[in-house]
């Protein structure tokens, strides 16, 4: 497991003084968010659906429930460092050394933990094209989604979804690949709708494909902002991380998101405010 940490720490990406800084994300398996926002809707909402997201509570999918929640106070630390980053990036990629890593998981989480900001609004995009997993894991339908808006076949508006649990996050499926994943990405009608979504969105996160695995990933870094790496200590391979830090541009690297962290007695932080006994 040290390799992991080993390798983020020797590959020079960063200044683990300043950020990006890595983020510990803890293996709970929470219930389902039942939350009620009153913040008021700041920009117009483009979803024709609202609908609500059935999530397995056997799933580590929106652990914000439970007020004493490591892993909720955890992706809230995410969300407040990419809220003050210095580079105020808007559209962000999540993605991974290699599969199996939790971005998925990661990605619908921090834009869960952004949308319960009062005031903002945010759009989560599954990216990722040839492993389509976002629908699934929310229990709303795949099509239609990104692929059917960026061939013509749906509006954006018929596309989204907007979650009945988070009243200010939407969510874009990936939708029915109509053709080459990379044909669809690489092209002038994903850049329009990054654009157009950019007035429609404080945050548009993209559930990206891992690292370097296929072409993908580098239109998508084209196309955004800023980068959040994922790893699994334990899972993912030390040269494989390595090759994520040798591939994302230093300028675009936000930070790194270490999933399903095991405790360690040598790392191991009280819980500020928290008991660590359960009535």
């Known amino acids: 497991m040290s390799n992991v940490f080993d390798v983020i720490r020797k590959s020079g990406a960063f200044d683990f003084g300043e950020f990006p800084e890595t983020q510990e994300v803890g293996r709970e398996l929470p219930a389902v968010a039942k939350l009620v926002l009153e913040a008021p809707v700041l920009l117009p909402t483009t979803a024709s659906r609202v609908l609500p997201l059935r999530v397995s509570t056997t799933t580590p999918i929106f652990p914000f429930e439970d007020a004493n929640s490591v892993a909720a106070e955890q992706y809230r630390i995410v969300r407040t460092k990419i809220l003050h980053h210095p580079r105020s990036p ?4 999540i993605s991974s050394a290699s599969s199996g890593d939790g971005k998925t998981v990661t990605s619908i989480n921090i834009a869960a933990a952004l949308a ?5 609004k945010v759009l989560l995009i599954d990216a990722d094209l040839r492993r389509r ?3 699934e894991m929310l229990g709303i339908a795949i099509s239609p989604g990104l692929s059917e808006v960026l061939c013509g076949l749906s509006s954006i508006e018929s596309a989204l979804v907007q979650a009945e649990q988070f009243p200010n996050l939407s969510i874009l499926t990936a939708g029915e690949v109509q053709a080459s994943p990379v044909e669809l990405l690489d092209s002038d009608h994903l850049r329009v709708l990054l654009n157009q979504m950019r007035q429609q969105f ?3 996160i993209l559930d990206a494909t891992p690292v370097a695995a296929v072409a993908d990933y580098e239109l998508l870094q084209m196309a955004c902002d800023g980068i959040i790496a994922i790893a699994r200590p334990g899972h993912t ?3 494989t991380c390595m090759n994520l830090f040798r591939t994302v541009p230093k300028e675009k690297l936000i930070g790194v998101v270490l999933n399903c962290v095991e405790d360690w007695w040598l790392w191991r932080t009280p819980q500020y405010g928290y008991s660590s006994k359960k009535p």
Do not use: E, P, T
């Not at 808007?90 to 990629?93: D, E, S």
């Not at 319960?116 to 903002?120: D, E, N, P, R």
């Open 90 to 93: 808007k559209v962000i990629a």
């Open 116 to 120: 319960l900001k009062q005031g903002i």
């Open 133 to 135: 997993s976002v629908a």
């Open 202 to 204: 404080h945050y548009i």
């Open 237 to 239: 391979d030390r040269s």
